[in-house]
């Protein structure tokens, strides 16, 4: 194919793959009936693995990074004489900006890699072949458990990240400027809306569907086991710049 | 009365020529044996059968439908019918053996474990295979081991059309003679069977039609009787080389 038309294809291919693997594995959830139980099995299983797995990683870095925040904006803002804006810069870094992202970024290196490596070992062995000689749907067994199970489970791993990161603010705050709890809550966790943390909800929702799919996407690509590791890392550095790309968008679109 | 027709079936895989020009057919209830030597495309035969490469050249009839295009539901409905032994087992690694034989009962009918353990139960004492073996994982298993369960995982199924793509070429002599028992009987009961092994000898007793690939090309589709007497040497070569 010529390049000039190849390049192109391939995004439309790409694009157009996304999208088909998350409409029509949520169309086989929502249609089939049959084997809903071991469904439910899978997709249960991969909330435990996405959200339980990651929930210590998470905790150390939310904890550190509401610190440093917390530690950078104090020395800055009371030079300034204006300590009274840590809490919105708080709320706008942490709950609406790094939450969703920082979770986004731990899935992506902890579940989005081993779930497109998963996926192109069952390609290489056979695995997908067999399970559709079962007759049984792929979209419905396979995909849809992944996506729906990195949507929610990077919902629930942003409100924590949100947690912990305004856990480890007061952490310092109480330690450096002996800020007390009650005017933690007074100035700091008053300033975040549920408008805020619903913000957050959707964009770690939506990362989470496209982290995973876009993870399923290349998984499905290998065909040899040479393969396995390119696969892994295309969905690695594809899904860091889809992240960056539908962050601005929402930001954007939340800011209008 | 025609089963499966293959009608000028080519296939490209990562831009290698696998199948050339095919055109065969593979009567209801017969059994079909295809010999050729490693890398003639055998295995691709039977996957382009069973609709699971994703394009093709030419046509595939089955049931009187072109199975590449049969909607994603007729796919599926078209794959319950059929059962495949994978050549390498193709066994769900992150599932135990005892998940692996009973994914089709719990996807497809509401057994209970009890019931698809009563199913499966027979062929663990055929095999001689301890009941422990059902909780551990395909990895920890031997290559012969998973090959059984590969074989009782298609048995299960109980279809009318059999696929067997290399079932004996892991397994012992005790095996290896009740897994042909298995093949003869399936054949006796007027099920469809498509077979892929190097054991000609066994092929060629059982067989009704013989098809022979040599570099992706069908170059003989025969009787077994005639395929025997056949002077060509790549057919030489194949008994030869057995032999």
């Given at each position: 194919m010529n390049k000039f038309i190849s390049k192109p294809y391939r995004l439309w291919k790409y694009i157009g793959g996304i999208f088909a693997l998350i409409v029509f594995s949520t169309v086989a959830y929502f249609t089939t009936t049959r084997g809903k139980k071991i469904v439910n099995k899978v997709l249960v299983d991969q909330i435990f693995f996405t959200g339980n797995m990651a929930i210590k990683i998470i905790s150390s870095v939310?904890?550190?990074?509401?610190?440093?925040?917390?530690?950078?904006?104090?020395?800055?803002?009371?030079?300034?004489?204006?300590?009274?804006?840590?809490?919105?810069?708080?709320?706008?870094?942490?709950?609406r900006e790094l939450g969703p992202l920082l979770a986004g970024f731990v899935v992506i290196a902890r579940s989005g890699s081993a779930i497109a490596a998963e996926i192109a070992t069952m390609m290489v062995n056979e695995e997908i072949s067999a399970l559709e000689m079962l007759g049984i749907d792929t979209l419905y067994f396979i995909v849809f458990p992944r996506i729906a199970g990195a949507c929610i489970s990077l919902m629930a791993l942003t409100i924590y990240f949100i947690a912990m990161g305004l856990l480890g603010g007061f952490f310092v705050g109480y330690i450096y400027a002996g800020i007390s709890f009650t005017d933690f809550q007074t100035y700091i966790i008053r300033e975040i809306t549920f408008v805020d943390v619903i913000g957050a909800m959707l964009k770690s929702a939506v990362f989470g569907?496209?982290?995973?799919?876009?993870?399923?996407?290349?998984?499905?690509?290998?065909?040899?086991?040479?393969?396995?590791?390119?696969?892994?890392?295309?969905?690695v550095v594809s899904s860091i710049s889809v992240l960056f790309i539908l962050d601005i968008l929402m930001t954007l679109s939340f800011s209008l | 009365m025609h089963e499966i027709e293959l009608k000028n079936i080519s296939l490209t895989l990562n831009g290698h020529r696998v199948l050339e020009n095919i055109n065969e057919t593979i009567e209801k209830?017969?059994?079909?044996?295809?010999?050729?030597?490693?890398?003639?495309?055998?295995?691709?035969?039977?996957?382009?059968?069973?609709?699971?490469?994703?394009?093709?050249?030419?046509?595939?009839?089955?049931?009187?439908?072109?199975v590449y295009d049969l909607s994603p539901k007729s796919m599926l409905e078209y794959h319950k019918k059929n059962s495949f032994v994978f050549q390498n087992s193709a066994l769900i690694n992150n599932m135990t053996i005892l998940e692996n034989l009973s994914l089709f009962y719990n996807?497809?009918?509401?057994?209970?474990?009890?019931?698809?353990?009563?199913?499966?139960?027979?062929?663990?004492?055929?095999?001689?295979?301890?009941?422990?073996?059902?909780?551990?994982?395909?990895?920890?298993?031997?290559?012969?081991?998973?090959?059984?369960?590969?074989?009782?995982?298609?048995?299960?199924?109980?279809c009318d059309t059999l696929f067997w793509d290399e079932p004996i070429s892991n397994l012992d002599q005790v095996e290896r003679?009740?897994?042909?028992?298995?093949?003869?009987?399936?054949?006796?009961?007027?099920?469809?069977?498509?077979?892929?092994?190097?054991?000609?000898?066994?092929?060629?007793?059982?067989?009704?039609?013989?098809?022979?690939?040599?570099?992706?090309?069908?170059?003989?589709?025969?009787?077994?009787?005639?395929?025997?007497?056949?002077?060509?040497?790549?057919?030489?070569s194949l008994i030869a080389k057995e032999g």
């Open positions: 939310a904890f550190l990074i509401g610190a440093i925040t917390v530690i950078q904006l104090f020395e800055r803002l009371s030079q300034l004489g204006a300590l009274d804006l840590i809490a919105v810069i708080l709320d706008s870094v942490i709950v569907i496209f982290i995973s799919t876009i993870s399923i996407y290349y998984g499905f690509q290998a065909f040899t086991s040479t393969q396995i590791p390119q696969v892994t890392t295309k969905s | 209830g017969s059994l079909y044996y295809l010999m050729g030597t490693a890398g003639s495309g055998k295995s691709s035969f039977l996957k382009v059968i069973n609709g699971l490469f994703m394009e093709i050249e030419g046509t595939v009839i089955a049931g009187g439908e072109n996807y497809h009918t509401s057994l209970s474990q009890e019931e698809i353990i009563e199913k499966i139960n027979p062929y663990m004492d055929l095999f001689s295979i301890e009941r422990n073996k059902l909780y551990e994982r395909p990895n920890f298993l031997s290559t012969g081991q998973r090959m059984l369960f590969n074989i009782i995982r298609a048995l299960l199924e109980d003679n009740k897994v042909k028992k298995i093949i003869k009987e399936k054949s006796r009961q007027g099920k469809t069977i498509i077979l892929v092994t190097n054991d000609w000898e066994f092929g060629l007793s059982i067989a009704h039609n013989v098809g022979v690939l040599h570099n992706g090309r069908l170059i003989h589709s025969d009787s077994p009787e005639k395929i025997l007497k056949s002077k060509d040497p790549v057919i030489k």
